[in-house]
T-cell receptor, first 114, second 114 residues
Framework: GENVEQHPSTLSVQEGDSAVIKCTYS??????FPWYKQELGKGPQLIID?????GEKKDQRIAVTLNKTAKHFSLHITETQPEDSAVYFC?????????????FGKGTKLSVKP | ETGVTQTPRHLVMGMTNKKSLKCEQH?????MYWYKQSAKKPLELMFV???????ENNSVPSRFSPECPNSSHLFLHLHTLQPEDSALYLC?????????????FGDGTRLSIL
């Protein structure tokens, strides 16, 4: 069925290093790809999103790239800090007709070691 | 402060109890959602409301009953739940339903079924 695959499931980096999380999707009609950060005890927070008419978007230390041909998109965090430690989710709209269903990956637990 | 407030934050109930989860959004959005988040599983969409009308019901058991009295409030009524219903229940809202609408989440209600 329609799904979003996310890798890796866990990622540990040293403070100051970069972190990359990758997702693939199955619906070629998808046109919107958000990324969420979920800290312990909180709900997912939208941190960046990208639409299919662009290949890359940056917001300070965070960037997202999209390859529509290959149907994959990635989150890049540079100069990581301990407060970046959280679970990150990618998502894409898949199928669902006019309403669309936002389908999430299983998440990546990022640990940034000081 | 995400603009989406969920109460209660924690709920413990027996299988024969009846309780309700509440969600309120202060973002002026017209669409609201209920999601279920279980350990090691992707977020699962349960219900979608657009302008107080239910537009999506993803094969959710009838022991979960949603209610949307207006575009700012969403409830999830619970009765005769099973232990496997223990999870984090997240409410989200977006300006409209649709394939490119960012969804904003509350911090969830942690539900434990005894």
């Amino acid at each position: 069925g329609e799904n979003v695959e996310q890798h890796p499931s866990t990622l540990s980096v040293q403070e100051g290093d970069s972190a990359v999380i990758k997702c693939t999707y199955s619906d070629s009609a998808s046109n919107y790809f958000p990324w969420y950060k979920q800290e312990l005890g909180k709900g997912p927070q939208l941190i960046i999103d990208i639409r299919s008419n662009v290949g890359e978007k940056k917001d300070q230390r965070i960037a997202v790239t999209l390859n529509k041909t290959a149907k994959h998109f990635s989150l890049h965090i540079t100069e990581t800090q301990p407060e970046d430690s959280a679970v990150y989710f990618c998502a894409a709209f898949l199928d669902g007709g006019s309403q669309g269903n936002l389908i999430f990956g299983k998440g990546t637990k990022l640990s940034v070691k000081p | 402060e995400t603009g989406v407030t969920q109460t209660p934050r924690h709920l413990v109930m027996g299988m024969t109890n009846k309780k309700s989860l509440k969600c309120e959004q202060h973002l002026g959005h017209n669409a609201m959602y209920w999601y279920k988040q279980s350990a090691k599983k992707p977020l699962e969409l349960m219900f979608v409301y657009s302008l107080e009308e239910r537009v999506e019901n993803n094969s959710v058991p009838s022991r979960f009953s949603p209610e949307c009295p207006n575009s700012s409030h969403l409830f999830l009524h619970l009765h005769t739940l099973q232990p496997e219903d223990s999870a984090l229940y997240l409410c989200a809202s977006s300006l409209w339903t649709g394939r490119d609408q960012p969804q904003h989440f509350g911090d969830g209600t942690r539900l434990s079924i005894l």
